[in-house]
């Protein structure tokens, strides 16, 4: 494997962003994070003085990278959300912006828990269906006992007064999958279902936590984006209708899909455990890297 040339790398701060620490909480202060990460003094190790964390580190921009749950986090770092980033991109004590964006096998949404790829992958390991609405649940600091209801898409159902139409249309799978991805899946949208549950839990239809519902206007000032799908992966989906929201937006975005691939397959590209799939989703995003950075 031919790693990312160290003069490339050398201007950027690369924020990895895993599943393991990004799901919990849907409360976190993403803007407060970054602000201290760029700004925050630093002890000097010889002079003993407190120095500027940006002496540390000289910057140009930031490489937004982040798997699984992850994008849900580090996705709106990188955009420039109205709910969120006007604070970061307005503020002058921060001058380091995001270069590009790199999304892993992304979870973007949680109104549709039964896409053609929670249909087709529900019971392939790693990643099973109910495990997903599970992560969900424990993001949003929801109850457990609502999981049923999730997973038959009862919260999205049609008389929910908190999703609407054009929200709808930013995960309509019917519209933004290509029909190889669609296969002869249906569309599994409820008459009538959990009524006020958006309400409950307004997480669900916030881009902060679901970026794939963000606005194309928003999307249309993200910069060009690496977006990694793998077909054996129940959030394969998130991913590929995001990256034709981007395109539509005008966005440069290379899709990498693997139809061998499934969820976590990168994390296999080293002994003792390797893959062919492994090594290849990994050579192939080290050289995205070095052409892009």
């Known amino acids: 494997m031919k790693p990312a040339s160290s003069g490339q790398l050398k201007n950027y701060i690369c924020l990895f962003w895993s599943f393991e620490f990004g799901h919990r909480r849907w409360g976190f202060d993403k803007s407060r994070f970054i602000k201290y990460f760029r700004n925050a003094d630093v002890k000097n190790r010889e002079t003993g003085k407190a120095e500027p964390r940006r002496r540390h580190f000289k910057l140009n921009s930031w490489l937004g990278v982040w798997d699984g749950s992850g994008a849900q986090v580090l996705q709106v770092f990188g955009r420039p959300d109205r709910r969120l980033y006007p604070q970061l991109i307005s503020d002058p004590t921060l001058t380091v912006n995001f270069k590009v964006q790199a999304l892993i096998y992304p979870v973007l949404q949680a109104l549709d828990f039964l896409t053609p790829s929670y249909q087709q992958n529900q019971d392939v390991p790693i990643l099973y269906r109910p495990l997903m609405v599970q992560f969900w649940l424990e993001y949003l600091g929801a109850d457990a006992s609502l999981e049923p209801l999730l997973l038959a898409n009862n919260h999205s159902s049609l008389d929910q007064p908190g999703i609407s139409a ?90 990498d899909h693997y139809e061998d691939g499934f969820h976590g397959c990168m994390a296999f590209a080293f002994l003792p455990v390797m893959s062919s799939v492994g090594q290849r989703s990994l050579n192939n995003y080290i050289r995205w890297l070095d052409q892009n950075l």
């Open 166 to 255: 054009a929200t709808r249309s930013k995960l309509n799978w019917t519209a933004l999958l290509p029909a190889e991805r669609r296969k002869s899946f249906q569309q599994v949208v409820k008459e009538t279902g959990s009524g006020g549950l958006v309400g409950k839990l307004p997480g669900l239809t916030d881009v902060r936590a679901a970026p794939l519902l963000a606005e194309q206007d928003v999307l249309r000032r993200t910069p060009k984006a690496y977006v990694m799908t793998c077909e054996f992966d129940v959030l394969r989906d998130d991913g590929l209708m995001y990256v034709r929201r981007l395109r539509d937006a005008g966005v440069a975005v290379t899709s």
